[in-house]
């Protein structure tokens, strides 16, 4: 197992730190029900996506599911489709129709992603102790670097200039056997700031399910799932002087579960540790040059897999440098350029030695407003890996408001963007299978959309947007086998994606009702227009597990102490062949939320009870794998402001 003993002397620290601050200074006013959290200043460059599609998951839902992973939160509110090798197995995202390595995750605006895979596990990263959870969708490249081509996923530490000492607890028991609890401290005063969040997850996942795998399909009683997590995040903050700010972050996951058995498949006694480590550190300073953003961090990532024939472990340390220089002439126009510069060092049993790679990126953001009602954007971003050469990736975007009145707004806006994705470290470096010879994937992205806003005084906004896009992507990296049986990772294919999606919100008060609702619906064709090697069964065909309907229908009011929050997903179908011949049903999934607000005194007190496939639907995200029937949970959260 990796060793994380110092993560006490950081722990240590900052709560002495902490504490040592609040005792020094004289108490604060405490009547903002807001909780003490820290400001961040690494934001993603949405500023410069001009004509992108950027959704950003709403305070409700991450308030209400803050025990859940970004796996569920993302697979509840966005028209995503997660993929979950059932309800203890790794979780992987699609961004129009693309695969998990082809969507990048940042935190604080760097790439979090271990080198050896290239992609997240979204069930182990919880939303306690998250700020912002945003979803940029289509090509990032030219922002984000390699990996960002279906889309991003754009987390955030959480911010607040409160002052004084805040803090909350939040305890949950569910159906299942599943407990968590949190806790979280926040303290600002002057030029100081801190936050402190943790957490802890058991779930035996011990629900019954009909074994489709067995004759008659008998009712059977899930063994093998059990899942516990526990973690914390620590950000601390630094006014060094009017125009210097320091920031330092910590993040740390873990997670010990029992891998799920497929249906009709023997018990092999299969475990998989996952262990994180992230630290950052941020410097922002103005002068008369602009803005200067210096980003410099250490990631550690262990993974530890067993089951009765095999015992591997994987290593991967990495080291990022990123600093930036911002310049602003008036309110017309933007201009960012940048490096970043990133080590990996791995070590795998499954390689025959060490690997290390290094990888410098230079990136320059344009943004120029012609005209109060137009938005341009440019970017450019050229990368340089070890052994390959990846192309220069532009990206051009536009906004532009044509029609606004006191109650329309109509917006035109459109982005054309190129990719690429560098091989990870398991495609280039697995002993008997890595293929020094691959090429890097790389992509052209087109979207154009129309946006619309409708403004009823002070009771009524309404948002809703159409996009239509067309995405081609060569090179398509996949594990297949050779003429001699043996897996290889190759450039097997050329993949065409299309589609669109619509979203709408709304937002409206009467007396004292308050409603919000949004929906979205996305259609998605991913076909095999070449293939290089191996057969050509799917040639034509949509690609595995890529659904053509998904839509998402959530919907939160609230009416003097009380709140309801209904989430309403639908999933089509998907093939599991690339024949197209087998594939999963589609399904609808209903999540309920009935939550009350205690005042006592200056605290909160929120009481809510939950209910999780509320219709007790029966489905799979990923074939033979069973998932939850409707199931319960009790929530209590004390809030000291």
């Known amino acids: 197992m990796a060793n994380f003993s110092y993560l006490k002397v950081w722990l240590c620290a900052g709560l002495c730190c ?3 601050k609040a005792v020094a200074q004289h108490p604060q006013d405490t009547t903002q029900l807001q909780l003490g959290t820290v400001e961040v200043f690494g934001k993603p460059a949405e500023v410069f996506a001009a004509g992108s599609h950027v959704e950003q998951l709403d305070s409700a839902y991450l308030s209400t599911y803050s025990s859940g992973s970004l796996a569920e939160a993302l697979q509840a509110r966005t028209p995503l489709y997660l993929k979950s090798y059932g309800v203890s197995g790794i979780s992987s995202v699609s961004f129009r129709g693309t695969n998990a390595s082809q969507t990048a995750v940042l935190w604080n605006g760097l790439n979090i992603a271990p080198a050896t895979l290239g992609q997240a596990d979204f069930s182990t990263l919880p939303l306690s102790g998250l700020g912002d959870v945003a979803v940029q969708y289509g090509s990032a490249a030219a922002s984000y670097g390699s990996g960002a081509i279906g889309g991003a996923v754009l987390l955030n530490s959480p911010k607040h200039k409160t002052q004084g000492l805040g803090g909350d607890v939040k305890l949950e028991a569910g159906s299942f056997g599943r407990y968590f609890g949190s806790g979280s401290l926040g303290y600002t005063s002057g030029k100081f700031s801190y936050g402190l969040s943790t957490y802890g997850l058991l779930a ?3 629900f019954t399910f009909r074994d489709l795998s067995r004759f008659k399909t008998p009712e059977t009683k899930q063994e093998h799932a059990a899942v516990a997590q526990h973690g914390f995040t620590q950000d601390f903050g630094w006014q060094l002087s009017p125009k210097t700010d320091l920031a330092v972050h910590g993040w740390y996951t873990y997670s010990d579960r029992e891998v799920q058995p497929s249906m009709g498949s023997a018990d092999t006694d299969a475990r998989q540790l996952d262990e994180s480590l992230r630290l950052m550190t941020e410097l922002k300073h103005l002068s008369s040059l602009g803005q200067t953003n210096i980003k410099a961090a ?3 990532d262990h993974l530890h897999f067993t089951d009765l024939s095999n015992d591997s472990e994987s290593d991967v340390n990495t080291y990022q440098l990123q600093a930036e220089q911002t310049y602003t002439y008036g309110n017309r126009w933007r201009l960012r350029g940048g490096i970043n510069m990133q080590h990996f060092a791995a070590q795998n049993d499954g390689y025959a030695g060490p690997a290390e790679e290094n990888r410098t990126a230079l990136f320059a953001l344009f943004r120029y407003d012609p005209a109060q009602q137009l938005q341009l954007s440019l970017n450019l971003r050229q990368a340089f ?7 220069l990736t532009p990206a051009l975007g536009f906004n532009w408001k044509f029609f606004n009145n006191n109650r329309h707004q109509v917006s035109l806006k459109g982005n054309a963007s190129g990719s690429y994705r560098a091989p990870t470290l ?11 010879d691959l090429r890097p994937e790389q992509g052209r992205n087109f979207e154009l959309g129309l946006r619309h806003v409708l403004v009823q005084g002070s009771n009524l906004l309404l948002q809703t947007e159409a996009t239509g896009y067309y995405m081609l992507l060569d090179d398509w990296i996949q594990w297949a086998p050779n003429s001699n049986g043996t897996w290889r990772p190759v450039n097997l294919q050329k993949v065409e994606s299309k589609g669109f999606e619509l979203s709408a919100s709304a937002t409206a008060t009467w007396g004292k009702w308050q409603l919000n609702s949004t929906a979205a619906y996305t259609y998605t064709s991913s076909v095999q227009k070449e293939v290089y090697e191996n057969n050509s069964d799917g040639l034509g065909k949509q690609l595995m597990y890529v659904p053509q309907h998904k839509a998402v229908l959530s919907t939160a009011a609230k009416y003097k102490s009380w709140s309801l929050l209904g989430t309403l997903n639908y999933t089509g179908l998907r093939y599991t062949s690339n024949s197209e011949t087998t594939s999963l049903d589609d399904f609808l999934l209903l999540n309920l939320a009935f939550t009350k607000r205690l005042q006592l005194g200056p605290n909160i007190l929120l009481l809510s009870l939950r209910s999780d496939n509320a219709t007790n639907a029966e ?16 929530s209590l959260r004390f809030i000291l402001p």
Not at 385 to 391: I, R, S
Not at 427 to 434: L, T
């Open 619 to 634: 489905y799979q995200t990923m074939s033979a794998r069973a998932m939850p029937p409707r199931g319960y949970t009790l």
């Open 18 to 20: 902490a504490f040592g």
């Open 385 to 391: 890996v070890d052994g390959y050469n990846p192309p």
């Open 204 to 206: 035996e996942n011990n």
């Open 298 to 300: 250490y990631f550690k």
């Open 426 to 436: 398991n495609d280039r470096f697995w002993a008997n299978a890595g293929n020094p």
